[in-house]
């Protein structure tokens, strides 16, 4: 029996943290997912198999934040959404569990503050893992799954389409996340230790809404009638304590879209389950420094496609049937209410945009014209990009389906490279919970949950009714009407291999994809050189603070900068509060808390001069006392290499 939170019962003191913290935050969706941590004791915990010990990874945190400025973000994909600075970093949280009897056996589930996982960046990170630890990471056992958040920066994935607003691919924001996400590996690598993991779940009311009522009302109403509720309430938790019986540790999955900072906000940062997370693992270690605590909270993404927030097989009915090449639509052009499109394209209206004789152009410009069996397969959805078919200059979206199924005692991991629906992700949950009880892989009170977007994008997933409505989310169900239930006979014939004692050689995978970061191409103008405005010098404070503040008010001072692509300084800091305390400066913020903002402009592109603006939002209950704010950047000269440098406003005093 699941317990139940609604979040509008949240504690007062509690929405004034979030509120504090991050005043364009506040939507539902955040305060569901930030009580979390505060409501675990109300969990029904069971253990997954009895007496079950494994060896935990418990220190496991990445910083994979790319460039902050001049970089266009991902997620909303607006040519005009180009990052001014930085809120909160991205981070990779990577959860290693090993059976404590075959420590080889294991599985890796890295997830990483990012709109999605790729196929170049899981490449990258196993690459660079197996050179590192030989034999014992691959494609098999490590899933790279994104929390699906619309803030962070772009350019990153491999694939044309993804590209097109990020005018090309950004190395910098690949090898970011790449070293990131390796730095947390081999710290869980190097931490292995015994432990238990329990499973609990709860319903979670007034957290996300349904962004595509009439599509989930064109399911059958037998099915619909099954469920309450028109989106997944539902949250399931593991907790990993150690061999003390401490809790060191919890990943989250529920479906809510990562959309709380909407396609006008230009600071980099991790929206919502980001700033779960943070809240959480502040929560258990107050005094920590984010990203630098022992306790760790993930926040995964489940059946999220329509929150707010060349296969052929068989059905139950003795058809043949096959999926299409991928297309997507014009309700695809259209955006949803998280994020309009541009121009004149409208969501299920299907008869007008096509007859524009501007798109019908530009279309046939980008994408060869789809043949008659493809326009057949993918009806009745008008194809707007044919997308399968586009090679040029290399592909515009990946060729191969990558899925994983990852089993942790009597808990399983659907792990999906799409967004699922609620209805098609309630349909391939249980018919895989089904599936796997028929097969004797695990037991009637066993979990079955999805994880993804995950290892490459494929885009949505719907059921066939809903594709039918040509929203949003049909129109990027990029395989056809029957992509849901090729999922779901792809996944059904792979239960067998994740059984107990299994002896049948694993499932033989597709050819690998060809690796298309090596020559992609990238219009991003590169950082050519940084002044100083005359008799200035990098890090001179130009708009000081005052010296009087109190808890509510924020803190600014504006520097003279240098572009902070010069340095992305993983794993460091563009700034620092700092308290004085017994004749010692203590740095107490960093520009990885939600307290705290980094702007950067370009004043002249010409003179190349740039500034930066610090700020910090006092908390309540910060202690009184004597602060200044520090600002590390890093210029580039004409010739020459590239030269760190610091600057430090005036000391103010909080009351």
């Not at 004034?16 to 005043?23: A, E, I, K, P």
């Not at 991928?326 to 121009?343: D, I, L, Q, Y």
């Not at 057949?376 to 959805?381: L, V």
Request: glycine share 8%; aromatic share 10%.
């Amino acid at each position: 029996m699941a317990s139940i939170i609604d979040v509008r019962s949240l504690p007062a003191d509690f929405c004034q943290l979030v509120s504090s913290t991050m005043g364009y935050l506040l939507n539902r969706t955040l305060f569901c997912l930030t009580t979390f941590f505060a409501t675990i004791t109300t969990f029904q915990y069971v253990q997954p198999v009895a007496a079950q010990q494994y060896l935990l990874g418990l220190v496991y945190i990445g910083d994979i934040t790319g460039p902050v400025v001049e970089t266009n973000m991902m997620g909303y994909a607006s040519l005009s959404q180009t990052d001014t600075g930085l809120h909160m970093i991205q981070r990779t949280r990577a959860f290693l569990i090993a059976d404590a009897n075959n420590p080889s056996n294991r599985v890796l589930f890295l997830n990483l503050d990012t709109a999605m996982g790729d196929s170049g960046i899981r490449r990258g990170i196993l690459a660079a893992l197996q050179q590192q630890f030989p034999g014992v990471y691959s494609e098999r056992n490590v899933a790279v799954v994104g929390t699906h958040q619309h803030s962070g920066v772009g350019g990153y994935l491999e694939n044309v389409l993804p590209q097109l607003t990020s005018l090309g691919f950004v190395n910098q924001t690949y090898q970011a996340i790449v070293t990131g996400s390796v730095i947390a590996v081999t710290k869980a690598h190097a931490n292995l230790a015994a432990g238990t993991i329990f499973v609990g779940n709860a319903i979670v009311l007034n957290a996300n809404i349904n962004r595509s009522p009439s599509a989930y009302l064109a399911n059958p109403a037998a099915e619909r009638a099954h469920y309450q509720f028109d989106q997944d309430k539902d949250m399931t938790l593991l907790r990993f304590n150690d061999a003390s019986g401490n809790a060191r540790v919890f990943l989250c999955f529920f479906a809510v879209h990562g959309t709380s900072l909407y396609n006008n906000n230009t600071l980099i940062s991790g929206d919502n389950k980001c700033m779960a997370a943070y809240l959480a693992e502040a929560a258990a270690e107050p005094n920590s420094m984010p990203g630098a605590t022992s306790f760790v909270a993930g926040f995964s993404q489940s059946n999220v496609g329509d929150t707010r927030s060349s296969y052929v097989f068989t059905l139950a009915n003795g058809l043949t049937i096959h999926t299409s090449p991928p297309a997507m639509g014009f309700s695809f052009a259209a955006g949803t209410t998280n994020g309009p499109g541009a121009f004149d394209f409208i969501q299920s209206d299907n008869s007008s945009t096509p007859q524009n004789p501007f798109w019908e152009l530009v279309k046939g410009a980008f994408t060869p014209a789809p043949l008659p069996e493809h326009v057949a397969c993918q009806d009745p959805k008008p194809i707007l990009l044919n997308i399968g078919y586009a090679n040029t200059p290399y592909p515009w979206t990946p060729s191969v389906v990558h899925i994983q199924m990852l089993r942790i005692g009597q808990f399983v991991i659907l792990v999906v490279p799409g967004e699922f629906t609620t209805m098609a992700g309630r349909c391939i949950r249980e018919a895989m919970h089904a599936k796997l009880i028929a097969d004797g892989v695990i037991g009637s009170n066993a979990y079955v949950v999805i994880a993804g977007p995950a290892n490459t994008y494929l885009h949505y997933v719907t059921t066939r009714e809903e594709y039918g409505v040509e929203r949003y989310e049909g129109a990027s169900t990029i395989f056809g009407q029957f992509t849901l239930e090729a999922y779901v006979d792809i996944y059904s014939k792979l239960t067998g291999f994740i059984a107990d004692n299994v002896s049948r050689t694993p499932p033989q995978s597709a050819a690998p994809l060809p690796d298309l970061t090596k020559n992609a191409i990238s219009l991003q103008t590169g950082v050519i050189f940084d002044t100083e405005p005359l008799f200035k010098k990098f890090g001179d404070v130009l708009s000081d603070v005052k010296s009087t503040y109190s808890a509510g008010q924020t803190v600014s001072a504006q520097f003279v900068g240098a572009d902070p692509r010069n340095n992305l300084r993983l794993e460091g800091t563009f700034l620092a509060v700092q308290q004085l305390a017994n004749g010692q400066w203590k740095t107490v913020r960093s520009d990885s808390h939600p307290s705290t903002t980094f702007e950067w402009i370009r004043v002249s592109t010409i003179l190349a001069t740039s500034t930066v603006t610090l700020n910090w939002t006092i908390e309540s209950g910060t202690p009184s006392g004597t602060y200044h704010i520090q600002y590390f950047g890093d210029s580039k000269p004409v010739t020459g290499s590239i030269i760190s440098f610091m600057g430090t406003s005036g000391n103010f005093t909080v009351t």
